[in-house]
């Protein structure tokens, strides 16, 4: 029913691009920030430099911790800043400076437009429940439980492994399998009786390099391909897809075409296409920020 092996009793899913749609809102946030800062650099050649791509969204700061995808894309072109302190005001020219004003951006976003969920993904992680499987969320985003309070999900999981705890635990971020394998030793689980639910390329590296029973990847940019040759075992454009396999799902390759064929759609690498069906609208919570 839910697409898994049988030996699998715990779920540990990403939150943007996979529960929720706040991927957009994150990459959106990435631009904005990184073409600020690009307005006034030059290359080694002395030319502007380029703005912030999708595909420098998928390659350097998608599922990455916030302060590792800032170091990673300002490194790939050949910029070097100091680190600097978490209290360095937004925007300063520090690596914490950047970071922050990014993690501003997207939290005004995230007020203003509110919260979207993927309903494929709820109707998921319910009948899960109903399963009796054991869930956690492991996101990169310090903000984490606020987007799951604001979606309405935060009771539908017994555990959540967020950069804040990454950061008081000293774990290693994606494309490490460190907070995986946390949210699973939390849950009284061992990888090979866990299953990753993942988006981003990071993650379903992560989710290979910890060796857990199964790595599903989320397409909803259409890199399943990249999906599936970076770690995941199976790769679906929507998680509901998953309630309809009578057993175990079909994975590698050959998932990847399956997903592309099923209407996944291209996009521009790092802005989803409009899935269907549409997802629900939350309005983000007085508490959230």
């Known amino acids: 029913m839910l697409g898994l092996p049988p030996e699998v009793q715990a779920l540990l899913f990403d939150l943007d691009g996979v529960l929720t749609r706040t991927a957009t809102q994150h990459a959106a946030a990435w631009k904005q920030m990184f073409d600020d800062f690009l307005a006034g650099q030059v290359d080694g050649g002395g030319s502007p430099q380029a703005p912030f791509t999708g595909q420098d969204y998928d390659r350097y700061v998608d599922g990455r911790p916030r302060l590792d995808g800032t170091r990673a894309f300002l490194a790939s072109r ?11 005001p937004p ?4 690596v914490y400076g950047l970071s922050n004003r990014k993690n501003d951006l997207v939290l005004a976003m995230m007020a203003k437009d509110g919260v979207e969920v993927y309903p494929g993904s709820v109707r998921y992680v319910d009948e899960a429940r109903r399963a009796g499987l054991k869930m956690a969320v492991v996101s990169s985003s310090a903000n984490a439980r606020d987007v799951l309070q604001s979606a309405g999900l935060a009771d539908r999981f017994d555990v959540v492994v967020d950069g804040r705890v990454a950061r008081e635990q000293g774990l290693a971020g994606k494309p490490a399998p460190d907070t995986f394998l946390a949210a699973a030793r939390a849950l009284g689980a061992g990888a ?3 299953a990753v639910f993942e988006d981003a390329i990071a993650g379903v590296e992560a989710g290979r390099a910890g060796d857990f029973a199964r790595v599903v990847g989320v397409d909803r940019v ?5 999906l599936a040759s970076h770690g995941a075992d199976v790769v ?3 998680l509901a897809e998953l ?3 009578p057993g175990p799902a079909t994975g590698g390759a050959d998932a990847a075409v399956a997903a592309e064929a099923g209407g ?8 989803p296409h409009e899935p269907d069906p549409e997802p629900e ?3 983000r919570g007085a508490g959230s920020s």
């Open 243 to 245: 309630l309809d396999e």
């Open 78 to 88: 050949g910029i070097e800043l100091p680190e600097g302190t978490p209290a360095d």
């Open 264 to 271: 996944s759609g291209a996009a521009e690498p790092g802005r």
């Open 222 to 226: 259409g890199q399943a391909a990249d």
């Open 91 to 94: 925007g300063t020219a520090t």
């Open 192 to 194: 090979a009786e866990a």
């Open 236 to 238: 679906v454009a929507d």
């Open 281 to 283: 609208q939350v309005e």
